[in-house]
């Protein structure tokens, strides 16, 4: 029988390094190329917010332009569906008389329960989950996943011990080639028009991608990783690689082989050993997630722990909007919500911020970091909040950072701030909160 598959990308935007399409060429007589933008994901969630805010969206375009156009050299083309992907794939499978699924491996619960679904209403059908999104795949963990250590050095020291990261694959030659395609409710990608924002410095796809990571391991910088990592602002403090790996315009494993190229030519030391020290911490967040199913959204959090938090309108607004009393925390703010990025310090000193200074529940900043940041990735992102509220996979009672101290030493002329204008519009806030209510037994 012909083998008449689906391939339903999400995370995964990429030619380099996709074992997918390498199945799909061994395997397959003919290939439907999909992705859904999913209406769901533009509409208001539980938090008042949207899943996929404007730079992200923008930023998400931009992948799928590069992905279309670098499936066409190999004869292929991707349908891009505004759709319920349930609703959907359905239909798709009637059309063209599917018979093998194709998608990534996913730790999001919401994903996964698509996938369960739609699994047990075609039990007749080949569904194949491929991990694409990480340094190792499921059966290369020395561990069970219901065994996945809850620390991240229990983790890491268990991994550095027992695997090691293979090579990328190679693109296919070519892919076995689309059926004709008779329905007509896709987006031409190719013809959506873009606009420009000059303050994202960043351009999606996979081309964009590759260029950055030969930039990046062309320069001296990966042998000074580790002593500027932690600044604020500055293009090459850090890699820069995670909007491109959230997407999947950019496989880990890739990012690898590049690493240990550099160390073998040019130089290795301990900042070269530190960003596979972070591309380990990711690969923490993903195990992590799926190890923990639903408990990742949990206000509780993974240890069940009930904090004092709650929803203030007014000061989740003056936090999102950047005007709150602490001038850095603004700074960090505007910067997110006109790039859709933001160093890894200044995520923790924001997220210390709502937790501490305003009491507020973590999930709203989750979700509203959801919505901004280009590089969001629902492992790394609400793996991070858990850990700051103290709820997550850290055994301390809670990460909190001194705002002043912090100003003092990663803004000590106070230029980011000043830039940012985090010192205009600072608001006092309202003075309710749990303390005011007599039944906490302290008024
Ligand atoms: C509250 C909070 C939310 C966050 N949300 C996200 C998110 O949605 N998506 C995301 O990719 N990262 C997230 N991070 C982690 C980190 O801030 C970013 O990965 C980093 O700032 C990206 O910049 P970079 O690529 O230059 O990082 P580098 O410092 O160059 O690190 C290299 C790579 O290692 C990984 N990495 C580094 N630090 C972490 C970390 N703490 N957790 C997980 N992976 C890490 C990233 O993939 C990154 O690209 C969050 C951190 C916090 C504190």
Same mark, same amino acid.
């Given at each position: 029988m012909a083998v008449k598959s689906l391939y339903w990308f999400t995370n995964d935007l990429r030619l380099h390094d996709n074992p997918i399409l390498y199945q799909a060429y061994e395997h397959c007589d003919s290939l439907l190329c999909v992705y859904f933008m999913e209406p769901q994901k533009q509409q208001f969630n539980r938090y008042q917010? %949207? @899943?996929? !805010?404007e730079i992200r969206h923008r930023f998400l375009l931009q992948a799928l332009q590069a992905l279309q156009s670098n499936l066409a050299t190999l004869g292929q083309r991707l349908l891009v569906m505004q759709a319920d992907p349930m609703l959907s794939i359905p239909v798709l499978i009637e059309q063209y008389g599917i018979n093998l699924i194709y998608r990534s491996r996913h730790c999001g619960w919401y994903e996964q329960q698509q996938w369960r679904y739609l699994k047990q209403c075609y039990p007749h059908l080949r569904f194949v989950e491929v991990d #694409?999104? #990480? =340094? +190792?795949s499921r059966d290369q963990l020395p561990f069970p996943i219901s065994d996945m250590p809850k620390s991240y050095s229990k983790f890491r020291k268990q991994i550095e011990q027992n695997v090691t990261v293979s090579s990328p694959l190679f693109v296919p030659d070519y892919l076995p080639p689309q059926p004709? %395609?008779?329905? $007509? *409710? +896709? =987006?031409?990608?190719?013809h959506v028009h873009i606009s420009d924002n000059d303050q994202v410095e960043w351009h999606g796809g996979e081309n964009a991608a590759l260029m950055h990571l030969k930039q990046y391991f062309s320069s001296s910088l990966p042998s000074n990783y580790k002593e500027t990592?932690?600044?604020?602002? !500055?293009? *090459?403090? @850090? #890699?820069?690689?995670s909007p491109w790996l959230a997407c999947g315009a950019l496989s880990a494993k890739m990012i690898m082989a590049t690493l240990l190229d550099y160390e073998k030519y040019k130089e290795k030391n301990s900042s070269t050993y530190w960003i596979f020290f972070e591309l380990l911490w990711r690969e923490f967040f993903q195990w992590h997630a799926h190890a923990v199913g639903r408990d990742l +959204?949990?206000? @509780?959090g993974v240890q069940n722990k009930r904090l004092l938090n709650s929803f203030y309108p007014t000061r989740f607004k003056q936090w999102c909007e950047g005007s709150t009393p602490y001038p850095i925390v603004n700074a960090f703010m505007k910067q997110l919500n006109q790039t859709g990025y933001m160093s890894n310090r200044g995520r923790q000193i924001v997220a210390s911020c709502l937790v501490?200074?305003? $009491? %507020?529940?973590w999930r709203y900043g989750a979700a509203y970091f959801e919505q901004q940041l280009i590089d969001h990735d629902v492992a790394a992102n609400w793996g991070n909040w858990q850990y700051i509220a103290g709820v997550g996979t850290d055994s301390r009672e809670k990460r909190w950072f001194d705002l002043e101290k912090q100003t003092r030493l990663f803004d000590p002329n106070q230029h980011f701030i000043r830039y940012w204008r985090g010192d205009e519009n600072l608001n006092a806030l309202d003075s309710v909160n749990i303390d005011d209510w007599p039944m906490s037994g302290r008024g």
């Amino acid at each position: 029988m012909a083998v008449k598959s689906l391939y339903w990308f999400t995370n995964d935007l990429r030619l380099h390094d996709n074992p997918i399409l390498y199945q799909a060429y061994e395997h397959c007589d003919s290939l439907l190329c999909v992705y859904f933008m999913e209406p769901q994901k533009q509409q208001f969630n539980r938090y008042q917010l %949207v @899943s996929v !805010g404007e730079i992200r969206h923008r930023f998400l375009l931009q992948a799928l332009q590069a992905l279309q156009s670098n499936l066409a050299t190999l004869g292929q083309r991707l349908l891009v569906m505004q759709a319920d992907p349930m609703l959907s794939i359905p239909v798709l499978i009637e059309q063209y008389g599917i018979n093998l699924i194709y998608r990534s491996r996913h730790c999001g619960w919401y994903e996964q329960q698509q996938w369960r679904y739609l699994k047990q209403c075609y039990p007749h059908l080949r569904f194949v989950e491929v991990d #694409t999104h #990480t =340094l +190792y795949s499921r059966d290369q963990l020395p561990f069970p996943i219901s065994d996945m250590p809850k620390s991240y050095s229990k983790f890491r020291k268990q991994i550095e011990q027992n695997v090691t990261v293979s090579s990328p694959l190679f693109v296919p030659d070519y892919l076995p080639p689309q059926p004709n %395609v008779f329905c $007509s *409710d +896709y =987006l031409d990608i190719r013809h959506v028009h873009i606009s420009d924002n000059d303050q994202v410095e960043w351009h999606g796809g996979e081309n964009a991608a590759l260029m950055h990571l030969k930039q990046y391991f062309s320069s001296s910088l990966p042998s000074n990783y580790k002593e500027t990592r932690n600044a604020i602002e !500055g293009w *090459d403090n @850090s #890699t820069k690689f995670s909007p491109w790996l959230a997407c999947g315009a950019l496989s880990a494993k890739m990012i690898m082989a590049t690493l240990l190229d550099y160390e073998k030519y040019k130089e290795k030391n301990s900042s070269t050993y530190w960003i596979f020290f972070e591309l380990l911490w990711r690969e923490f967040f993903q195990w992590h997630a799926h190890a923990v199913g639903r408990d990742l +959204y949990r206000f @509780s959090g993974v240890q069940n722990k009930r904090l004092l938090n709650s929803f203030y309108p007014t000061r989740f607004k003056q936090w999102c909007e950047g005007s709150t009393p602490y001038p850095i925390v603004n700074a960090f703010m505007k910067q997110l919500n006109q790039t859709g990025y933001m160093s890894n310090r200044g995520r923790q000193i924001v997220a210390s911020c709502l937790v501490n200074e305003l $009491s %507020v529940d973590w999930r709203y900043g989750a979700a509203y970091f959801e919505q901004q940041l280009i590089d969001h990735d629902v492992a790394a992102n609400w793996g991070n909040w858990q850990y700051i509220a103290g709820v997550g996979t850290d055994s301390r009672e809670k990460r909190w950072f001194d705002l002043e101290k912090q100003t003092r030493l990663f803004d000590p002329n106070q230029h980011f701030i000043r830039y940012w204008r985090g010192d205009e519009n600072l608001n006092a806030l309202d003075s309710v909160n749990i303390d005011d209510w007599p039944m906490s037994g302290r008024g």
